[in-house]
């Protein structure tokens, strides 16, 4: 619900470091919600409201979550005068989570079951706010690879060159085709170009796959086919293939075969 | 006129003049011998209770202690406290004044004030603060609290002492409660009440206070004659109490936590509650260490009572020395009660649905040392009683399975010898040789037995078998007239006797069962009936293994008869039956009896028994 501010919606991938977060501001018509990306496996650090210095009469510091069913669910008490905090969860939250000395809840291992909204609660004299924050937990692919490469390539003839595999990414990647640096647009005739994704049910993450049938032309011997995945966190590409193009001979070449 | 006037004015002035320097002079006198003399005397204020009081002098315009020497310290209290009315002296404050001091003493007590006193130069002088007067003095002893016990006053020379709960109520109790600030009476406990008897004296009976008193004495009471024991001593619970208790569990070392104030018991907010405080608390109560605090499924709700929450530093030890806030509603938003499983509860508390929570229910007990938040096990260590109870019951069924299996071989070896006799009603006694002879050769002929230590197991098996089959014993017994019963001992004795030759090598009976339990299996009746057929002789073969010269074959014998019995009667009557002759081999023999009549709840005689004994005794060797 509400709008989502343009910067959020498609971040250019190529260089981006691996290890910061993305901050987004989504606008919406009753609260602003933060939104926080964290990686796949690492430690997730969720701020608590954005970070603020903690006020001078804090009571206490409570994280929370909204859990599958839809309830709330405690995550860790922090109370000011205490060092420790209290982690009252009861599942898989109960050995990751802690908190840091700015408040910032740290979950470690993180996956896509952590993709939810937790809430900073902070209650300090007769006040008590609280800070929600939407998490998102993004993975890049593996390296892509192209598999089931054609022996050969036939001349004017449409055959399947390969089939580009770019594994346990979350979102899922966009794998395009290039031959040569160039990136090769199906047109239904010459080139097809057929994607799929697949989740994995057990982690969530996704699985593109893209077949290439492509026409080979004479001068297409000696291309260079790579194909890449295209992904938020970084665009990978694969090692570059070349195919044997057969040419089909009208008339004998010169000198014999 | 005016002349006179004059003079006169003047000479007012002058005597006034001179009147002041008279007095700036003794001023400037006391100024000089301020040591010696001090400008104000010694005030005594009475504190709130009526019978303390402070002594307090004033010095550089401060109120301050007064120095008294050591002797006339212990005096002067004793005295202000008699004229106060107040008995003696309970206890005081002082510190020791610096060496040098001018200390006061022998002064007289005129209305609330020191006078003509001495002044002194002492070492060891005593600055006294409070006085507190003996009949000042109370405490409510044996109480979880200071706020609730049996009340107990003070005098000197016999100390604390009770008091006797005739006409005892509320008004006298709120006296008691007001004195050690515990707000006012909740409750009055008399004889057989929660708080154990005191002993010594007991100083006052038959109280009748309006409850404005500022202690017991002051109340109209019986002093010196009652007629109380110190069954009847009283005690009181007051207002504000400090108590805690777990409820909702399975027992007092689990539940939630609830926390006592003015009569009601309100809840605590989980979110102040931690380690820190679960450990207090258990400790508090006696319960152990804290095995479970945080992550209750499902959790557990507030009363309507006050939410309390509390700051607790590690440094505390006990619930009360944090500083306690009550009904913070906005610090206590959405929280839930705190509740707490002590390792000394003995129970199961909740049923978890999480199947990561930590499930008391359905884990095994694990040792309590390794209990964390995380972890899951039935809080209670596996007590010596326990494990003492496990291994009795573990034997008891090694001997049940032992004494039904030689049951079953010796039953289904007088079944064999049963269906004989009725087959041959008139068949004189001396042909039983024969007879079993016979017997065994066709036991030999229908089961596979190979060895002849296994005959006699045969017809045990052949007996079994038509023991699972209910209707077969039915037969059984309807074959059998009570006519044959002597008959039928006789045989059933020579089988015994020969069957106890056989196995008197223990080494062999060994042999016996196992051959035994192998072919059991091989028969059709199942494992469990088998079990009926163990069960039933689990009583009487503990019994019977453990009396002296006991034939331990004797025993499974008779347990076959009721065994046999079993299937067609109710286990229970069985069981009862077993009692009824479980006193020694005599009533096995009985028993056995009873399996070739209709009725098996004969009692047995014992002469029966005897008889089968002694035939035993005299004729030990009987071959097959």
């Given at each position: 619900?509400?709008?989502?501010?343009?910067?959020?919606?498609?971040?250019?991938?190529?260089?981006?470091?691996?290890?910061?977060?993305?901050?987004?501001?989504?606008?919406?018509?009753?609260?602003?919600?933060?939104?926080?990306?964290?990686?796949?496996g690492?430690?997730?650090?969720?701020?608590?409201?954005?970070?603020?210095?903690?006020?001078?009469?804090?009571?206490?510091?409570?994280?929370?979550?909204?859990?599958?069913?839809?309830?709330?669910?405690?995550?860790?008490?922090?109370?000011?005068?205490?060092?420790?905090?209290?982690?009252?969860?009861?599942?898989?939250?109960?050995?990751?989570?802690?908190?840091?000395?700015?408040?910032?809840?740290?979950?470690?291992?993180?996956?896509?079951?952590?993709?939810?909204?937790?809430?900073?609660?902070?209650?300090?004299?007769s006040?008590?706010?609280?800070?929600p924050?939407?998490?998102?937990?993004?993975?890049?692919?593996?390296?892509?690879?192209?598999?089931?490469?054609?022996?050969?390539?036939?001349?004017?003839?449409?055959?399947?060159?390969?089939?580009?595999?770019?594994?346990?990414?979350?979102?899922?990647?966009?794998?395009?085709?290039?031959?040569?640096?160039?990136?090769?647009?199906?047109?239904?005739?010459?080139?097809?170009?057929?994607?799929?994704?697949?989740?994995?049910?057990?982690?969530?993450?996704?699985?593109?796959?893209?077949?290439?049938?492509?026409?080979?032309?004479?001068?297409?011997?000696?291309?260079?086919?790579?194909?890449?995945?295209?992904?938020?966190?970084?665009?990978?590409?694969?090692?570059?293939?070349?195919?044997?193009i057969?040419?089909?001979?009208?008339t004998?070449?010169?000198?014999?075969? | 006129?005016?002349?006179?006037?004059?003079?006169?004015?003047?000479?007012?002035?002058?005597?006034?003049?001179?009147?002041?320097?008279?007095?700036?002079?003794?001023?400037?006198?006391?100024?000089?011998?301020?040591?010696?003399?001090?400008?104000?005397e010694?005030?005594?204020?009475?504190?709130?209770?009526?019978?303390?009081?402070?002594?307090?002098?004033?010095?550089?315009?401060?109120?301050?202690?007064?120095?008294?020497?050591?002797?006339?310290?212990?005096?002067?209290?004793?005295?202000?406290?008699?004229?106060?009315?107040?008995?003696g002296?309970?206890?005081?404050?002082?510190?020791?004044?610096?060496?040098?001091?001018?200390?006061?003493?022998?002064?007289?007590?005129?209305?609330?004030?020191?006078?003509?006193?001495?002044?002194?130069?002492?070492?060891?002088?005593?600055?006294?603060?409070?006085?507190?007067?003996?009949?000042?003095?109370?405490?409510?002893?044996?109480?979880?609290?200071?706020?609730?016990?049996?009340?107990?006053?003070?005098?000197?020379?016999?100390?604390?002492?009770?008091?006797?709960?005739?006409?005892?109520?509320?008004?006298?109790?709120?006296?008691?409660?007001?004195?050690?600030?515990?707000?006012?009476?909740?409750?009055?406990?008399?004889?057989?009440?929660?708080?154990?008897?005191?002993?010594?004296?007991?100083?006052?009976?038959?109280?009748?206070?309006?409850g404005?008193?500022?202690?017991?004495?002051?109340?109209?009471?019986?002093?010196?004659?009652?007629?109380?024991?110190?069954?009847?001593?009283?005690?009181?619970?007051?207002?504000?109490?400090?108590?805690?208790?777990?409820?909702?569990?399975?027992?007092?070392?689990?539940?939630?936590?609830?926390?006592h104030?003015?009569?009601?018991?309100?809840?605590?907010?989980?979110?102040?509650?931690?380690?820190?405080?679960?450990?207090?608390?258990?400790?508090?109560?006696?319960?152990?260490?804290?095995?479970?605090?945080?992550?209750?499924?499902?959790?557990?709700?507030?009363?309507?009572?006050?939410?309390?929450?509390?700051?607790?530093?590690?440094?505390?030890?006990?619930?009360?020395?944090?500083?306690?806030?009550?009904?913070?509603?906005?610090?206590?938003?959405?929280?839930?009660?705190?509740?707490?499983?002590?390792?000394?509860?003995?129970?199961?508390?909740?049923?978890?649905?999480?199947?990561?929570?930590?499930?008391?229910?359905?884990?095994?007990?694990?040792?309590?040392?390794?209990?964390?938040?995380?972890?899951?096990?039935?809080?209670?260590?596996?007590s010596?009683?326990?494990?003492?109870?496990?291994?009795?019951?573990?034997?008891?069924?090694?001997?049940?399975?032992?004494?039904?299996?030689?049951?079953?071989?010796?039953?289904?070896r007088?079944?064999?010898?049963?269906?004989?006799?009725h087959?041959?009603?008139?068949?004189?006694?001396?042909?039983?040789d024969?007879?079993y002879r016979?017997?065994?050769?066709?036991?030999?002929?229908?089961t596979?037995?190979?060895?002849?230590?296994?005959?006699?197991?045969?017809?045990?098996?052949?007996?079994?078998?038509?023991?699972?089959?209910?209707?077969?014993?039915?037969?059984?017994?309807?074959?059998?007239?009570?006519?044959?019963?002597?008959?039928?001992?006789?045989t059933?004795?020579?089988?015994?006797?020969?069957?106890?030759?056989?196995?008197?090598?223990?080494?062999?009976?060994?042999?016996?069962?196992?051959?035994?339990?192998?072919?059991?299996?091989?028969?059709?009746?199942?494992?469990?009936?088998?079990?009926?057929?163990?069960?039933?002789?689990?009583?009487?073969?503990?019994?019977?293994?453990?009396?002296?010269?006991?034939?331990?074959?004797?025993?499974?014998?008779?347990?076959?008869?009721?065994?046999?019995?079993?299937?067609?009667?109710?286990?229970?009557?069985?069981?009862?039956?077993?009692?009824?002759?479980?006193?020694?081999?005599?009533?096995?023999?009985e028993?056995?009896?009873?399996l070739?009549?209709?009725?098996?709840?004969?009692?047995?005689?014992?002469?029966?028994?005897?008889?089968?004994?002694?035939?035993?005794?005299?004729?030990?060797?009987?071959?097959?």
């Amino acid at each position: 619900m509400g709008l989502r501010s343009g910067l959020c919606a498609d971040q250019s991938s190529s260089s981006t470091p691996i290890s910061t977060n993305h901050f987004c501001m989504d606008l919406t018509l009753f609260r602003s919600t933060v939104t926080v990306i964290g990686l796949y496996g690492e430690t997730i650090e969720v701020p608590c409201n954005n970070g603020t210095a903690k006020p001078d009469d804090l009571i206490f510091t409570k994280w929370k979550y909204v859990m599958d069913d839809g309830t709330n669910g405690d995550l860790l008490v922090k109370q000011a005068h205490k060092e420790e905090a209290q982690i009252k969860a009861m599942d898989g939250y109960k050995d990751r989570v802690s908190i840091a000395a700015n408040s910032s809840l740290m979950i470690q291992r993180g996956s896509l079951v952590d993709q939810r909204t937790f809430t900073c609660m902070v209650v300090y004299g007769s006040n008590l706010d609280e800070h929600p924050v939407d998490v998102l937990v993004h993975k890049k692919p593996l390296p892509p690879q192209i598999k089931d490469k054609a022996k050969e390539l036939e001349n004017s003839k449409l055959t399947s060159l390969g089939v580009c595999m770019a594994a346990d990414a979350n979102p899922a990647a966009v794998i395009m085709w290039f031959k040569n640096g160039k990136l090769l647009v199906a047109d239904g005739k010459t080139i097809i170009i057929t994607p799929s994704v697949k989740m994995d049910p057990s982690t969530g993450l996704s699985t593109t796959t893209s077949g290439l049938q492509y026409t080979a032309v004479k001068s297409d011997v000696g291309a260079k086919f790579t194909c890449t995945a295209k992904h938020n966190l970084e665009t990978l590409v694969s090692a570059p293939e070349t195919f044997i193009i057969h040419c089909e001979w009208t008339t004998p070449p010169p000198g014999g075969l | 006129m005016n002349l006179v006037k004059l003079i006169l004015i003047l000479q007012t002035l002058q005597s006034c003049q001179a009147y002041k320097d008279d007095s700036s002079q003794t001023g400037k006198r006391a100024s000089q011998s301020d040591l010696d003399k001090n400008q104000t005397e010694p005030y005594i204020t009475q504190q709130s209770n009526a019978c303390s009081w402070s002594p307090r002098i004033l010095r550089a315009e401060k109120w301050t202690s007064v120095t008294f020497t050591a002797e006339y310290r212990d005096q002067v209290a004793n005295q202000i406290c008699m004229e106060l009315g107040c008995g003696g002296v309970y206890s005081l404050s002082e510190t020791s004044a610096p060496p040098d001091s001018t200390c006061l003493t022998n002064c007289t007590y005129h209305e609330y004030r020191l006078q003509n006193c001495s002044h002194v130069v002492r070492i060891n002088c005593s600055m006294v603060s409070d006085v507190v007067c003996e009949h000042q003095a109370v405490r409510l002893a044996e109480g979880e609290h200071r706020c609730a016990g049996r009340v107990e006053l003070w005098r000197e020379g016999q100390q604390w002492g009770t008091v006797c709960d005739d006409e005892w109520d509320l008004r006298d109790a709120d006296v008691v409660c007001a004195q050690l600030g515990c707000g006012y009476a909740l409750s009055v406990t008399k004889q057989g009440g929660a708080f154990p008897q005191g002993k010594d004296s007991i100083y006052l009976d038959e109280l009748n206070c309006t409850g404005k008193e500022g202690n017991l004495w002051q109340c109209p009471a019986s002093r010196e004659k009652h007629d109380c024991g110190h069954k009847e001593d009283a005690g009181v619970v007051c207002s504000e109490l400090k108590a805690v208790r777990l409820t909702g569990g399975v027992d007092r070392c689990s539940g939630k936590v609830e926390i006592h104030r003015n009569g009601s018991w309100g809840t605590v907010c989980d979110v102040c509650w931690g380690m820190d405080e679960a450990a207090m608390v258990c400790s508090m109560l006696g319960c152990g260490e804290p095995f479970r605090y945080v992550a209750f499924n499902p959790p557990f709700t507030h009363n309507d009572g006050t939410l309390w929450y509390y700051k607790c530093k590690s440094s505390h030890t006990n619930l009360w020395q944090c500083e306690e806030f009550a009904n913070k509603t906005l610090w206590c938003t959405d929280s839930k009660a705190a509740a707490l499983i002590c390792s000394g509860s003995h129970g199961r508390y909740i049923p978890v649905t999480t199947e990561a929570a930590t499930t008391v229910l359905s884990r095994t007990p694990g040792p309590v040392t390794t209990a964390s938040v995380s972890n899951d096990g039935f809080p209670f260590s596996m007590s010596l009683e326990l494990l003492g109870c496990i291994s009795l019951s573990f034997l008891l069924l090694m001997a049940l399975v032992t004494n039904a299996l030689l049951c079953c071989h010796y039953r289904r070896r007088d079944a064999v010898l049963v269906q004989q006799r009725h087959a041959k009603l008139q068949t004189p006694t001396e042909h039983h040789d024969k007879d079993y002879r016979d017997s065994v050769n066709l036991i030999k002929v229908t089961t596979s037995s190979p060895t002849e230590n296994d005959v006699p197991s045969n017809p045990r098996y052949q007996w079994t078998q038509s023991s699972v089959d209910s209707t077969s014993v039915d037969t059984d017994y309807e074959q059998w007239d009570l006519s044959t019963e002597t008959a039928v001992h006789m045989t059933t004795f020579q089988n015994s006797i020969r069957y106890k030759q056989d196995t008197r090598n223990p080494f062999m009976r060994a042999t016996a069962l196992d051959s035994l339990s192998e072919e059991v299996d091989s028969f059709d009746s199942s494992s469990t009936s088998s079990e009926e057929c163990y069960e039933n002789t689990g009583k009487d073969v503990e019994n019977l293994v453990t009396s002296e010269g006991m034939d331990p074959w004797q025993p499974p014998v008779t347990h076959n008869a009721n065994n046999h019995l079993m299937p067609s009667r109710n286990p229970d009557q069985t069981h009862s039956h077993d009692q009824g002759v479980s006193d020694g081999k005599s009533g096995d023999y009985e028993e056995e009896g009873h399996l070739y009549s209709p009725d098996p709840n004969q009692s047995s005689s014992e002469g029966d028994y005897d008889d089968i004994a002694n035939y035993l005794d005299s004729n030990p060797e009987q071959g097959y």
